[in-house]
């Protein structure tokens, strides 16, 4: 949306758990779950090469929320949203180059582990522990978002954006700690968020790997809606009070 030399954009910071391959002392390649962000190629200038959010130019005949879930829809395909809330507004008069001054609107979007949405060629997953050079002031965005969903995960019961409709706590704890980006105890979760009513055991299990032992109890989230479980907590590491 333009007013004079002032337009507005909208800008999505979508997340997902997703596993990443790394390669270990041994030698050999373990899938390791990291939290990971969309982001899609500049193919020209200004800063061409470079890595951008998804999203775009906010129009005149629509409110910021159906500008952002179209774009995201028409430029990467992305329907898959278990979640999508409002951040924040950038507005550095010279973050964008040009005689046009560019207001953004961050959105923090969120996508189940199981989805494997398909993607435009210039379009990809990027682990957020390792950004590649980013377009304009889009890396401070990432970060920004990173600590409001890090912060969200131990007040509110925002996991369920996150996780499949059915998991282990194994799963559970894998993605929270790919999210909160430190190791945590699958013990301690289960006690933390049966006791706030977030999960729930579904009354099945999971069928037994190749290496057999017991199955495990499948567990799922209470809620498919954002709500305040316990204002004032943090989940934090091992060895922290």
Known sequence: MSNGNTSHEVLAVVFQVRSVAEQVKTGARKEKPQLNVLLWQRAK?????????????????????TSVRRQLAEKVDLREL???????????????????????????????SPATPELPPDTRWHPVSALPLMAFDHGPMVTHARARLVAKMSYTNIGFALAPKEFALSALRD??????????????????????GVITQTGTIAQSGRSGGRPAALYHFVDSQLRVTEEFAAFRPPGQP
């Not at 999508?84 to 961050?106: C, K, Y």
């Not at 993605?175 to 706030?196: E, F, K, S």
């Open 45 to 65: 200038d200004p800063q061409q090469g470079a890595w951008s959010l998804p999203g775009g130019r906010l129009r005149n005949d629509e409110d910021m929320t």
């Open 82 to 112: 278990a979640h999508l809330e409002q951040l924040a507004v950038f507005s550095d008069p010279h973050r964008v180059p040009g005689n046009t001054r560019v207001i953004a609107s961050t959105f923090l979007g969120l996508v189940p």
């Open 175 to 196: 993605i929270y700690g790919a999210t909160l980006g430190h190791p945590v105890d699958a013990t301690n979760l289960q006690r933390v968020l049966v006791r706030r």
